[in-house]
């Protein structure tokens, strides 16, 4: 399917425009992908430390859709996934992905795709969900990278 993340990205820049804040841009950001296409579940996990203070996680950020999971461990799941490879990670189908975490048994397809920071390490990653299979291919990728390239 193609989508036209063209337009969203031209909104949310003028949106953002001289908003610092992550959280608000993150919040924003979240509002409209999501409100543009109609998905499950749009939002970030940003790279905090661990409580013990040994390592990091993905810790839940702004998000627009159902309740979800708080902790992702690095490499778990396909945000950890995405977090550990450094690039954008399409499942058609959640269930043919080992290690899938399951927030929502409505989740059926996602991607998600990593926010890099100035010095180049991934500060989070922005996690698409639908209820359909096959939502997402390649065709998403640069769209949606270049829109988390805004944050
Ligand atoms: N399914 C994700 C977990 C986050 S929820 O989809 C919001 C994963 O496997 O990493």
Not at 125 to 151: C, K, N, T, Y
Request: proline share 7%.
């Amino acid at each position: 399917m193609k989508r036209d993340y063209d337009s969203v990205y031209r909104q949310l820049s003028a949106l953002l425009e001289g908003e610092n804040d992550p959280v608000v841009r993150m919040a924003e950001t979240a509002a409209v992908v999501h409100e543009a296409f109609g998905f499950w579940w749009t939002g970030f996990y940003r790279i905090a430390p661990l409580a013990s203070g040994a390592g990091s996680e993905l810790l839940l950020g702004p998000f627009q859709g159902p309740v979800a999971c708080i902790h992702i461990p690095y490499g778990k799941g396909v945000c950890g996934t995405a977090w550990a490879r450094r690039e954008t990670v399409v499942v058609p189908d959640v269930e043919q992905f080992p290690g899938h975490i399951a927030c929502s048994s409505e989740s059926r397809s996602e991607i998600v795709v990593p926010v890099f920071g100035p010095d180049g390490t991934v500060t989070a990653v922005l996690d698409i969900d639908s209820r359909d299979l096959g939502a997402f291919s390649q065709d998403d990728v640069p769209g949606l990278e270049r829109i988390a390239s805004l944050l």
